[in-house]
T-cell receptor, first 114, second 108 residues
Framework: ETGVTQTPRHLVMGMTNKKSLKCEQH?????MYWYKQSAKKPLELMFV???????ENNSVPSRFSPECPNSSLLNLHLHALQPEDSALYLC?????????????FGPGTRLLVL | GQNIDQPTEMTATEGAIVQINCTYQ??????LFWYQQHAGEAPTFLSY????GLEEKGRFSSFLSRSKGYSYLLLKELQMKDSASYLC?????????FGAGTRLAVHP
């Protein structure tokens, strides 16, 4: 399944590092999402981009900064993270004008903050 | 408020049938999704219900009752590869709200 790709798949970073997570969707969708999944917790929606504009920001700390260069790409810039930010970060995309609007997920980036 | 309730864990035997229940409360309702997530992997879409009733798709079926805020996922002829987490996700006004998932273990 290569509809939504994410890089890197694994990332270890210190609390003073700056890194970026990248997501690309090849499905022609017009909406993209970032989710955080911590162990034994529900998926938490972080950001939603629709037609390249941010439409949702779920009270996410400013150390997470999203960027949508075009409708196929979504980045998440990370700076000064905390150990509790260690989690699986999932990107998803959907076509907003379709009934049902199914979200398709990428494989995720497993992040460890030391 | 918004709340999704589904069992944390279930076990079943290969070849059997299992039903995973989900109750929900959301601000607005625009359908309900079920996703399957194997350990360490991304969630994959299983089913979508927007009207009351049963939707059947091969070995998997999903049921919805909007008046009761209730859905279930029915898995028939269980296989070992069905061991995974199953996520109930109703759609509110403008976003999906995910439950914590039900971890299903299928034993020989």
């Amino acid at each position: 399944e290569t509809g939504v790709t994410q890089t890197p798949r694994h990332l270890v970073m210190g609390m003073t590092n700056k890194k970026s997570l990248k997501c690309e969707q090849h499905l022609g969708h017009n909406a993209m999402y970032w989710y955080k999944q911590s162990a034994k917790k529900p998926l938490e929606l972080m950001f939603v981009y629709s037609l390249e504009e941010r439409v949702e920001n779920n009270s996410v700390p400013s150390r997470f900064s999203p960027e949508c260069p075009n409708s196929s790409l979504l980045n998440l810039h990370l700076h000064a993270l905390q150990p509790e930010d260690s989690a699986l970060y999932l990107c998803a995309s959907s076509q907003e004008d379709l009934a049902g609007e199914t979200q398709y997920f990428g494989p995720g980036t497993r992040l460890l903050v030391l | 408020g918004q709340n999704i309730d589904q069992p944390t864990e279930m076990t079943a035997t290969e070849g059997a049938i299992v039903q995973i229940n989900c109750t929900y409360q959301t601000s607005g309702f625009n359908g309900l999704f079920w996703y399957q997530q194997h350990a360490g992997e991304a969630p994959t879409f299983l089913s979508y219900n927007v009207l009351d009733g049963l939707e059947e798709k091969g070995r998997f079926s999903s049921f919805l009752s909007r008046s009761k805020g209730y859905s279930y996922l029915l898995l028939k002829e269980l296989q070992m590869k069905d061991s995974a987490s199953y996520l109930c996700a109703p759609r509110g006004y403008n976003k999906l709200i995910f439950g914590a998932g039900t971890r299903l273990a299928v034993h020989p």
